[in-house]
T-cell receptor
């Protein structure tokens, strides 16, 4: 089992719809969770971070965290064609007895396509 | 990306030759990381640094070495390049460990022929 797993997609949604991206992780003691967006040929860009159970909203983006289920998700409301990209889930895994030094473990990414 | 630059942006090299990639930051961040990105594998950590001369291995460190003699520079060396090291390499920086996320450089596309 991979430490951070995402459905690679592609996920296709119509313009104006809600896109839902999901991520599961293996380490129960992880504290920090991130979503990055990566356009083709570009570097990843941080769009959301979340640390506590529940929802965190920023504009059209909502991150949801459920530590009991080891699950983090990203909702994109009113999806636009410009949201078409690969979305990467990243977790700061804190394995028992280790020091993370801020290392992030990434999922494989979900390709999102928003069609007009 | 603002405050972090990678060089070169593109490189083609021959199998067996050494290659050094450079990551330079002007943010005075303590933590620096090298990742490679390959289709089907996502981003995988090669090496990281938590201070000048303080470095450690990531999950895919075989065939790579790093050095950090100054806060602003983190060098990645492929000791003897192989075709399996053809990839896109990203450098990232972070202000503090955990809970802050990364800023990525623009990447280096390396092709080993």
């Amino acid at each position: 089992q991979k430490e951070v797993e995402q459905n690679s997609g592609p996920l296709s949604v119509p313009e104006g719809a809600i896109a839902s991206l999901n991520c599961t992780y293996s380490d129960r003691v992880s504290q920090s969770f991130f979503w990055y967006r990566q356009y083709s040929g570009k570097s990843p860009e941080l769009i959301m971070s979340i640390y506590s159970n529940g929802d965190k909203e920023d504009g059209r983006f909502t991150a949801q965290l459920n530590k009991a289920s080891q699950y983090v998700s990203l909702l994109i409301r009113d999806s636009q064609p410009s949201d078409s990209a690969t979305y990467l889930c990243a977790v700061n895994l804190l394995k028992a007895g280790g020091t993370s030094y801020g290392k992030l473990t990434f999922g494989q990414g979900t390709i999102l396509t928003v069609h007009p | 990306d603002a405050g972090i630059t990678q060089s070169p942006r593109h490189k083609v090299t021959e199998t067996g030759t050494p290659v050094t990639l450079r990551c330079h930051q002007t943010e005075n961040h303590r933590y620096m990381y090298w990742y490679r990105q390959d289709p089907g594998h996502g981003l995988r950590l090669i090496h990281y640094s938590y201070g000048v001369k303080d470095t450690d291995k990531g999950e895919v460190s075989d065939g790579y070495s790093v050095s950090r003699s100054k806060t602003e520079d983190f060098l990645l060396t492929l000791e003897s390049a192989t075709s399996s090291q053809t990839s896109v390499y990203f450098c990232a920086i972070s202000f503090r460990p955990s809970g802050y996320g990364y800023t990525f450089g623009s990447g280096t596309r390396l092709t080993v022929v």
